[in-house]
């Protein structure tokens, strides 16, 4: 025999994520869109002039880096995560500015007798 109280529970339940999944859903579309108008002010920044390579470089990891953290923050759930994933994080980001401070600090440094070749490519 069947508990008519068990069912209409299991149904008041699924109803209940019902809604959580619609409200994620929503969610999701929102971030997608975001990030679809991130990707085309990529593309048109392309076509922008700027005084500076400088100028340039700041203005394209302030996108990538906004649409990145969209990503990571909503996608990937470390906007809801605890502390220690933070902090694993941090110290990825602070060994990524170690690494890259250490690559420019020794940029100077050229083997005896080598001259330094620079390419730009415009």
């Given at each position: 025999m069947s508990?008519?109280?068990?069912?209409?529970?299991?149904?008041?339940?699924d109803h209940g994520h019902g809604h959580d999944h619609a409200g994620h859903n929503k969610?999701?579309?929102v971030?997608?869109?975001?990030l679809?108008?991130?990707t085309i002010v990529t593309v048109l920044a392309r076509y922008w002039e700027f005084n500076s390579v400088?100028?340039?470089?700041?203005?394209?990891l302030?996108?990538?880096?906004?649409k990145a953290?969209?990503?990571?923050?909503?996608?990937?759930?470390?906007?809801?995560?605890?502390?220690?994933?933070?902090?694993?994080?941090?110290?990825?980001?602070a060994f990524l500015v170690g690494m890259v401070g250490l690559i420019l600090w020794s940029e100077a440094d050229l083997p005896r007798g080598s001259t330094q070749k620079i390419?730009?490519?415009p």
């Open positions: 508990d008519p109280t068990h069912s209409g529970a299991a149904e008041a339940h969610i999701y579309f971030i997608g869109a975001a679809l108008v991130g400088a100028l340039t470089i700041a203005v394209a302030f996108i990538a880096s906004i953290f969209l990503v990571a923050g909503y996608f990937m759930h470390l906007l809801s995560e605890k502390k220690m994933i933070y902090l694993v994080l941090a110290t990825t980001a390419h730009y490519v």
